[in-house]
C-alpha cells in the first residue's frame, strides 16, 4: 500500500491520498481508521474526516482519497477507545407509592 501524505496549509486540510497494490493474490485494503492510525504514526494533528474513502484490491478499486481538517492548535490528536458515558442512575423501585388516577371528567 502506497500512502501519500499532502498537508495544503491554505485551505487548512490534509489529503491522504492511498494506492493498493495490483496483486490480487495479497490482501490490500485501507479504511479510514487505518489511514488516522497513520496519521497518529507520523505525528500529523488532524481533525474531523471531511471526506472518507475505503480501497480493497480485491474489489476492484485500487485508489482512495482522505480529507481531514488541519488542527495545529489540539494538543491530543483524536481520541482512541471507548468514550467513557456518565453511570446511569439506580432504578428506584415505586413498590408502596400511592399512585391516584387523574380524569379529565369531572369526578362525582
Do not use: Y
Not at 475505503?54 to 480529507?67: L, Q, T
Not at 467513557?84 to 408502596?96: A, E, H, L, N, Q
Amino acid at each position: 500500500m502506497n500512502i501519500t501524505i499532502t498537508e495544503n496549509k491554505k485551505n487548512n486540510t490534509v489529503v491522504v491520498q492511498a494506492t493498493a497494490d495490483g496483486d490480487i493474490t495479497k490482501k490490500d485494503a485501507a479504511s479510514t481508521g487505518t489511514i488516522e492510525a497513520h496519521l497518529r504514526e507520523n505525528n500529523i494533528k488532524f481533525g474531523k474526516c471531511l471526506k472518507n474513502d475505503s480501497v480493497c484490491n480485491r474489489n476492484g478499486k485500487m485508489n482512495g482519497e482522505w480529507v481531514f481538517e488541519l488542527d495545529n492548535n489540539k494538543k491530543i490528536v483524536v481520541p482512541v477507545g471507548k468514550k467513557v458515558d456518565k453511570p446511569t442512575p439506580p432504578v428506584v423501585s415505586s413498590k408502596g407509592a400511592k399512585r391516584t388516577r387523574k380524569s379529565s371528567k369531572a369526578q362525582r
